[in-house]
């Protein structure tokens, strides 16, 4: 496929254009280069496919705000999909040939068990963080214990104030059962129900 004859804008005492030199910068290189990343997860790789020298490709990214980001979300793009692929090989294994003595072949699937420990180690945090959080009915049985708890708590409190007189200067915010907060929370039981 003949290439296309691009000029590009020399910066010189005076600018002017020159003829665009396949192994300099363009939207297109940019393109390339960022896709061919974004499969490989590898600079070396990226620069050999699309024929741009290594200094020229750092030296952009230092200059260019844009083709840095762009260069994050490719090397995002491709760490996700390595992730992928690390995980399919642990949970479905690789299928492995074994020759025997005998010539003939055997198939068999091999696990690499370091990779599965490594992902463990990597992911058991947010694995014990999934666990540790509470069903909806332990939260439903928590509250209505508490509530219960706050009855009998009101009801011993009762039996002793009955030979004392209450304060009358004293605030009351109470709900039905003369606790605060209970009628909130037997209402929250009433609409679960």
């Known amino acids: 496929m003949p290439r296309k004859k691009e000029?590009?804008?020399?910066?010189?005492k005076k600018p002017q254009q020159k003829k665009q030199a396949e192994r300099d910068w363009s939207k297109a290189k940019a393109e390339a280069f960022l896709g061919v990343l974004a499969e490989t997860c590898n600079v070396s790789e990226a620069c050999r496919q699309t024929k741009v020298p290594m200094t020229v490709v750092y030296r952009r990214r230092k200059m260019d705000a844009a083709l840095r980001a762009a260069w994050a979300d490719a090397i995002a793009v491709g760490y996700s999909r390595l992730e992928l692929m690390l995980l399919a090989r642990a949970f479905n294994g690789t299928e492995k040939v074994v020759k025997r003595c005998d010539g003939s072949e055997e198939r068999m699937m091999e696990y690499p068990n370091q990779l599965g420990l490594r992902l463990l180690q990597l992911h058991r945090e947010?694995?014990?963080?999934?666990?540790?959080?509470?069903?909806?009915?332990?939260?439903?049985?928590i509250r209505?214990?508490?509530?219960?708890?706050l009855q009998r708590m009101k009801k011993r409190d009762g039996h002793e104030e009955q030979g004392r007189t209450p304060r009358s200067d004293a605030p009351r915010d109470e709900g039905a059962e003369g606790i605060p907060g209970v009628a909130a929370a037997e209402g929250d039981q009433q609409a679960d129900a």
């Open 7 to 12: 000029m590009t804008l020399v910066a010189a």
């Open 144 to 149: 209505q214990r508490i509530v219960q708890k």
């Open 126 to 141: 947010t694995a014990i963080e999934a666990e540790s959080e509470m069903p909806a009915e332990d939260v439903d049985e």
